[in-house]
């Protein structure tokens, strides 16, 4: 795999960032998709940006996700970029 990249061209490296763009949008969506169901286990509901990121708390991240509030709250940053008005 090493040598593959060594000896890949600029389309190459293109391709692969783009791959590994989608790749992280889809890895935040689902997390920040987690971090929503840990918030209102009520799927079928609607939820808002702002009531997840007032709902946070940081044992429910911990026991369910593994997870601490500060990275939490980067996936949140990082979903509103990738997926805005979608979310909101």
């Given at each position: 795999m090493i040598k593959n990249i060594t000896d890949a061209d600029?389309?190459?490296y293109s391709n692969l960032h783009a791959a590994?763009?989608?790749?992280?949008?889809?890895?935040?969506?689902?997390?920040?998709?987690?971090?929503?169901?840990?918030?209102?286990?009520?799927?079928?509901e609607k939820t808002t940006l702002e009531t997840v990121k007032k709902s946070l708390r940081e044992h429910w991240l911990e026991h369910y996700l593994n997870m601490?509030?500060?990275?939490?709250?980067?996936?949140?940053e990082y979903a509103e970029l990738f997926f805005g008005l979608a979310i909101k």
């Open positions: 600029d389309s190459d590994i763009y989608k790749r992280f949008q889809k890895d935040i969506y689902t997390t920040y998709k987690q971090i929503r169901h840990i918030c209102n286990p009520r799927a079928c601490n509030l500060t990275e939490a709250h980067i996936v949140i």
